[in-house]
């Protein structure tokens, strides 16, 4: 797979025949899901564009809206550097902006583009670009997961270490309050402090964590998963205490988690994931509560462990103690109200 997500497999070659091992049927298809994060891309062996995508959500689940979500895809090459990436905010609104008439899924209803925020101030201009490109533009990703260790690979934007102390990024996030755009985060549990900092210096941003901060389980965290996983509840903990953060539970089954699904003979059924999942997803709801909690597939580089249908399956299976109401919150609702999508 391409650096574009930070991963080093493809789950589209012929190792994707052996997610048909193990096939569920949808628990509770008629529960509306907004899939919160997601991409699409055209590499060389490695094509996951709608049509792809609406394959996996044939399984038997009631997706009504996604999010689409950067990916170094689609860049505009005969733009000037810095407005190369409005091509890929262009491509997927042209893309996405029909359903077929069998489907009851909209996919990319929001989109969350690239813009390199230490640009600064001078970023303003390139998010004006996005809005114009289409009406679904939501906000920004600019990934700053970084680590020292080279077992464990970067964020494809290839950060510096402490992006999110710096003055000038700051500035560039700024730019995204003022605009009404969100900031989806991604960095490594270790980097949770930096995030604690930002999000109490700039109230006014709304943040969406990805993948939960992606506790690691490789590298210099191999067998270390209750030590991991107590300092990131601590930190979580922390941040939780910020109001304009909210978070996405999924990315359990990226290869960096450590648990390697991806290696295994069968891939995992929707019991084991959410019995490995659980003490993640019932850490982030007791401590932001449902509101501030949104599911999310993390397709197609994910599906490098388990199909579609599973997955969401183990995310209904982590939820089954919790009212309808909360359900609604976190399978929709928050994702729907945190990117602001049309009823």
């Not at 991409?39 to 996996?56: N, T």
């Not at 700053?144 to 710096?166: C, M, Q, S």
């Not at 960095?187 to 901060?213: C, K, R, Y």
Request: aromatic share 10%; proline share 6%; charged share 20%.
């Amino acid at each position: 797979m391409s650096n574009a997500v930070g991963q080093h497999i493809n789950p589209m070659s012929d190792r994707g025949a052996w997610l048909g091992l193990t096939t569920e049927e949808a628990i509770d298809p008629d529960l509306p899901i907004c899939d919160a994060h997601h991409h699409l891309w055209d590499h060389p062996g490695s094509r996951y564009l709608a049509d792809e995508f609406r394959r996996d959500i044939a399984g038997g689940h009631h997706v009504v809206k996604t999010v689409f979500v950067e990916c170094l895809q689609f860049y505009a090459e005969n733009a000037e550097e810095k407005f190369r990436p409005v091509g890929e905010t262009v491509f997927v609104n042209q893309a996405t902006v029909s359903t077929p008439p069998d489907s009851r899924t909209q996919i990319a209803a929001g989109i969350v583009g690239f813009a390199d925020l230490t640009l600064g101030n001078n970023v303003r201009p390139i998010l004006e670009a996005h809005i114009e490109a289409s009406p679904r533009f939501r906000g920004i990703r600019h990934a700053t997961a970084w680590h020292a260790d080279p077992k464990i690979h970067n964020a494809h934007t290839r950060p510096p270490e402490r992006l999110l102390g710096n003055e000038v990024f700051r500035s560039g996030l700024m730019c995204l309050a003022d605009l009404g755009l969100s900031y989806d985060a991604w960095l490594f549990h270790p980097q949770l402090p930096e995030l604690v900092e930002l999000a109490q210096t700039v109230p006014q941003l709304s943040i969406i964590l990805n993948h939960m901060a992606g506790p690691l389980g490789i590298g210099p965290y191999v067998d270390k998963r209750e030590e991991v996983f107590q300092q990131w509840r601590h930190k979580m903990a922390e941040l939780s205490v910020c109001e304009n953060v909210c978070i996405k539970l999924g990315g359990r089954t990226l290869t960096m988690s450590g648990f390697g699904w991806h290696k295994a003979e069968r891939p995992p059924g929707s019991v084991e994931l959410a019995a490995a999942m659980t003490p993640y997803f019932d850490t982030c709801i007791e401590l932001f509560g449902p509101a501030r909690c949104m599911f999310e597939s993390n397709f197609p580089v994910d599906r490098a462990s388990c199909s579609y249908t599973v997955l969401w399956n183990a995310f209904k299976r982590c939820c089954e103690e919790f009212s309808d109401s909360e359900r609604a919150a976190l399978f929709h609702d928050t994702a729907a109200r945190v990117y602001r999508l049309a009823n």
